[in-house]
């Protein structure tokens, strides 16, 4: 589904990724996990294309889109929600969630119409059915937090990257959202979740990479959880904790 080879990437001359290299299957749920100056979030917006890499290549469904700018990668199915959500804050819930469905993916089948795809994503969120008319702005950060995901799941993604989804939100919220991530992967959408809670990142994903100063330096293998969080040399050497 999606394919990274060798990539670099980084910010005016400041390299940040180095020859990364990782792939994401249809239907899977791949976390990246590291330690904070891993280069998580670089590698996040060099995959939607808001950070245009040095080297390597990112493919969709066999397809380069390495160059390809991050509108057109979103119409070609790769979903996004950044670290900071970037919502319009000024704007209601109702108008946020009918710009995101305007522009949905046209290839994903039959289009539905807008009040019936947002009539969807309220079925995921339902207290967003009591704020519709509600700004943004005036919302607390995990109900924020919400409204970006709902925004993504309107373009109709076939891949959702999650870039930090649990920072600063309070338990309950953050387990509101994992168990949305849990019916998302139990639908069939592949998923990358950036996530520095190692354990929150265990529950959904099926497998894991492991990002140090840039590089990918252990690959967390489907059924190997168990053993990687009960390894303690493991965890410090490569998250820090």
Same mark, same amino acid.
């Given at each position: ?93 109702r108008q946020n969630l009918t710009l995101a469905a305007a522009h949905a993916r046209a290839d994903a089948g039959a289009k539905p119409k ?11 969120f339902p207290f967003m059915r009591e704020r519709l008319n509600d700004a943004v702005e005036l919302m607390s950060g995990g109900e924020q %937090?919400? /409204? *970006? @995901? $709902?925004?993504?799941?309107?373009? &109709?993604?076939? !891949? #959702? ?34 996530? %520095?809670? /190692? *354990? @929150? $990142?265990?529950?959904?994903?099926? &497998?894991?990479? !492991? #990002?140090?100063v840039g590089r990918v330096v252990h690959e967390v293998a489907k059924g190997e959880w168990p053993r990687f969080l009960a390894d303690d ?9």
């Open positions: 589904m999606l394919r990274v080879e060798h990539l670099e990437a980084g910010y005016g001359d400041v390299p940040v990724l180095k020859d990364i290299s990782l792939n994401v299957a249809a239907s899977e749920t791949v976390a990246i996990i590291g330690p904070n100056g891993a280069g998580k979030s670089t590698l996040v917006a060099a995959l939607c294309g808001l950070v245009q890499p040095r080297a390597g290549r990112i493919l969709h469904r066999e397809a380069e889109v390495t160059r390809m700018p991050a509108h057109q990668r979103a119409r070609r199915g790769l979903g996004v929600v950044l670290e900071g959500r970037h919502l319009f804050g000024e704007l209601t819930l807008i009040e019936d795809a947002i009539a969807e994503v309220l079925e995921l %937090q919400m /409204v *970006a @995901l $709902a925004r993504a799941l309107l373009l &109709r993604p076939e !891949v #959702l990257m999650l870039d930090e989804p649990s920072t600063g939100l309070a338990p309950l919220v953050v387990k509101q959202i994992m168990s949305t991530i849990g019916v998302l992967r139990s639908r069939g959408m592949s998923i990358i979740l950036v996530e %520095q809670n /190692v *354990a @929150l $990142a265990a529950e959904v994903a099926d &497998r894991a990479y !492991v #990002l140090s040399s493991l965890v410090k050497a490569y998250l820090g904790g």
